[in-house]
Nanobody, 127 residues
Framework: QVQVVESGGGLVQAGGSLRLSCAAS????????MGWFRQAPGKEREFVAA????????YYADSVKGRFTISRDNAKNTVYLQMNTLEPEDTAVYYC????????????????????WGRGTQVTVSS
């Protein structure tokens, strides 16, 4: 059974940085794309960033482009989300997810393309 576990959330001031980590197990990690999503109170879950199975391709939501960086270490079965220049609007529960299929292109960006989800980690950015 595939398991996905996020860590690294917390409280940070606007302009600060956080790095989220996501450990996955239960299948060949290096064969599947991974993504980060977030959900703020009263809002739908939205795409943040995704990385291809090899790490060679990435894709970002416009709202985080230039501030967030997604990466993966297939030797450690872990994907990361480095978040810089955080804004209060980034406050949300952040979820890591694993793609449902071995997808080459394009990178999955929709919620229903991901089959396995973590429980989420809270990120709060104070103004």
């Amino acid at each position: 059974q595939v398991q996905v576990v996020e860590s690294g959330g917390g409280l940070v001031q606007a302009g600060g940085s956080l790095r989220l980590s996501c450990a996955a197990s239960g299948r060949t990690f290096s064969s599947y794309g991974m993504g980060w999503f977030r959900q703020a109170p009263g809002k739908e879950r939205e795409f943040v960033a995704a990385v291809s199975w090899s790490g060679g391709s990435t894709y970002y939501a416009d709202s985080v482009k230039g501030r967030f960086t997604i990466s993966r270490d297939n030797a450690k079965n872990t994907v990361y989300l480095q978040m810089n220049t955080l804004e209060p609007e980034d406050t949300a529960v952040y979820y890591c997810a694993a793609d449902s299929v071995r997808r080459r292109w394009p990178i999955a960006t929709r919620v229903n393309e991901y089959a396995y989800w973590g429980r989420g980690t809270q990120v709060t950015v104070s103004s």
